[in-house]
């Protein structure tokens, strides 16, 4: 009842009578051999690709796990979240407990809160550079024109302010990151 | 000037290295047995001392830290009381401007010169897992270190560690017999533009780390026993500890 479109990747990690079960299942295994990127960005590459010859409507990609474990691993997922913007037009979020991490481009954002799954806290991480202008609404601590950078102000345990709508304007890439309700 | 160290030194049984414990709010590692006995000061960070109460059930004596810092909005009362009535020092930071784990640098920066040590290196435990927003959080205080502290700080969790690099030449031993497979270059807060690397599988030559542009992950060694890294911005260096 779980079997996937495809398995893509390396194959560094799969056991060999796992990938010998989806292929008999009739599961697509795709070699995805390149060292120069890891099998998150090359998955996404193939995804796109298959969401253009079915000539589906996508509006966001869900990814689930990424965030935990190797810590240069967790640092690629975030690298894969930069590099996706030249391989999908589709907004992708990550997923993994209680975290889920998106990546927002410069400019305007409004994001719903009120779904009644969100928890506690959220945050702001000028993870590749500094953004020296962001303003935000809905958060208990808000931002005005403020600069966020490491070494200067980075916004953990942030959390809303009630209204259910939070709203980021930014003048380069910055990573939203907010609670999961478990 | 070339700074030269040796990341997993502390973690050894034969090691001279002066150091310093912290313990953040993180599933609490093995080696923390091996690193208390050594260290010259232990503290832990809010809801650590529960870590380390519940890690250590059965001979919690043996490991009283000099004090627990932060806004106690994690440690349970009981394990507060705990180590208030065997003499631990419980230093509350409220500030809600910092992370319990910069409050408790700063404290044990006081420590540190109120007693005159000679400390090489701040050995954390945790802050590498769970909250996403943590584990920034974490990698934030290291750049904020630097006004806290002269002395390196490393953070160690289950088989990861990082350590920020200054921008400069460093040059890393890494030949303990405790590094693991994997380690890499994250060039977090900015891109740095000119990075040169020597003993890595992948190594840099004067080129560019950044997000969107190339981050170092799953590198390697190339036997050679010493990394060289130059870089022009800081540079979160992260290795595997062997578990």
Request: hydrophobic fraction near 35%.
């Amino acid at each position: 009842r779980f079997l996937p479109e495809f398995i893509s990747g390396d194959f560094d990690s799969i056991r060999p009578e796992v990938k010998e079960y989806y292929a008999i299942k009739g599961c697509e295994i795709i070699s995805t051999p390149d060292q120069d990127h890891t099998d998150f960005t090359k998955c996404l590459e193939l995804l796109q690709k298959k969401i253009e010859e079915k000539h589906l409507q996508v509006d966001v990609i869900v990814t689930l796990g990424g965030l935990g474990g190797r810590f240069d691993q967790i640092m690629a997922s975030v690298s894969t979240l930069f590099q996706a913007t030249c391989i999908t037009p589709v907004p992708i979020i990550i997923i993994q407990e209680e975290s889920l991490i998106y990546l927002l481009q410069p400019g305007k954002h409004k994001m719903h809160v009120d779904t009644g799954m969100e928890g506690d806290w959220c945050g702001l991480i000028p993870v590749g550079q500094s953004c020296n202008h962001v303003t935000t609404t809905g958060l208990k601590w808000n931002l005005t024109n403020n600069m966020l950078g490491f070494g200067t102000l980075v916004s953990t345990s942030n959390t809303y302010d009630g209204s259910g709508v939070v709203t980021v304007e930014t003048d380069h890439p910055l990573l939203w990151t907010m609670a999961i309700k478990t | 000037m070339e700074h030269a160290f040796t990341p997993l030194e502390p973690l050894l049984p034969t090691g001279k290295l002066k150091y310093c414990l912290v313990v953040l709010n993180q599933p609490l590692d093995k080696c923390v047995r091996r690193l208390w006995s050594k260290a010259l000061l232990r503290a832990c960070a809010d809801g650590g001392a529960n870590r380390l109460y519940d890690t250590m059930e059965g001979e919690r004596e043996r490991f009283l830290p000099e004090f627990i810092s932060g806004d106690f909005d994690s440690i349970r009362p009981e394990v507060k009381e705990y180590y208030a009535i065997k003499g631990c020092e419980i230093i509350s930071t409220p500030d809600q401007d910092h992370t319990d784990f910069t409050k408790c640098l700063e404290l044990l920066q006081k420590k540190i010169e109120e007693k005159h040590l000679q400390v090489d290196v701040i050995v954390t435990l945790g802050g590498l897992g769970g909250r996403f927003d943590q584990i920034m959080a974490s990698v934030s205080t290291l750049f904020q270190a630097t006004c806290i502290t002269p002395v390196p700080i490393i953070i160690i969790q289950e088989e990861s560690l990082i350590y920020l690099l200054q921008p400069g030449k460093h040059k890393m031993h890494v030949d303990t017999g405790m590094e693991g497979d994997w380690c890499g270059l994250i060039p977090v807060g900015q891109s740095c533009n000119h990075v040169t690397t020597t003993g890595l599988k992948w190594n840099l030559t004067n080129n560019m780390l950044g997000f969107g542009t190339l981050v170092s992950t799953s590198n390697t060694y190339d036997g050679s026993g010493v990394v060289t890294v130059e870089t022009d911005h800081p540079l979160l260096w992260t290795m595997a500890i062997k578990t």
